[in-house]
């Protein structure tokens, strides 16, 4: 597709469960950021790929989020043992390479039970 | 540290009337600053930026910004609103160094006819 593609659109889990998001970025974007959303507030950073370069992970608030991107392609965020707090709109972004303006996707609605 | 900060939960403007949406930053080096604009259950879609040259920057759907390098300040102009407009503004600064982008927490702008 022409733009970023996130999946899925909505995802409802129980407290404790594991979660993956899906990002297809966009064809021929080196650089992909995740962020999170929380209701009413603004953007999180949490990771961010560009190209075969060590990822920046600065922004993961705890060891069970993690991040990883084949190639130049699609990335997953996966949550581990999931928390209420964890309830959020999770974000992806990509651009032709950092630093450039970011096409966003929809994102994916987390609701933790 | 780069931050920006939007002063303003909300914004109000009656159709046809200028708009005004205010931005300041802080940054350490250069600012690199950006809008972007968020309708709902949608992700974030890009307007303009500032990187260097001229203080009046046009981006898209007639929108503008004002770089204003005395008063650390990027605030986002419309000469005229329409309630097509309303929707959740984002202002954005570049980290130079790592090419991270923070977000400020948001304007709704509601537009009313």
Not at chain 1, 28 to 45: D, I, P, S
Request: aromatic share 12%.
């Amino acid at each position: 597709g022409a733009g970023v593609s996130q999946s899925p659109s909505n995802k409802v889990t129980e407290k404790g469960k594991d979660v993956e998001l899906r990002c297809d970025p966009i064809s021929g974007h080196t650089a992909l950021y995740w962020y999170r959303q929380r209701l009413g507030q603004g953007l999180e950073f949490l990771i961010y790929f560009q190209g075969n370069s060590a990822p920046d992970k600065s922004g993961l608030p705890s060891d069970r989020f993690s991040a990883e991107r084949t190639g130049e392609s699609v990335s997953t965020l996966t949550i581990q043992r999931t928390q209420q707090e964890d309830s959020a709109v999770y974000l992806c972004a990509s651009s032709s390479r950092g630093g450039q303006p970011q096409h966003f996707g929809d994102g994916t609605r987390l609701s933790i039970l | 540290a780069q931050s920006v900060a939007q002063p303003e939960d909300q914004v109000n403007v009656a159709e046809g009337n200028p708009l005004t949406v205010k931005c300041t930053y802080s940054v350490s080096g250069n600012p690199y600053l950006f809008w972007y604009v968020q309708y709902p259950n949608r992700g974030l879609q890009f307007l303009l930026k500032y990187i260097t040259g001229d203080n009046l920057v046009k981006g898209s759907y007639g929108f503008e910004a004002e770089f204003n390098k005395s008063q650390t300040s990027f605030h986002l102009k419309k000469p005229s609103a329409l309630v097509s407009d309303s929707a959740l503004y984002f202002c954005a600064v570049r980290d130079d160094n790592f090419n991270k982008f923070y977000f400020g927490s948001g304007t709704k702008l509601n537009v009313k006819p």
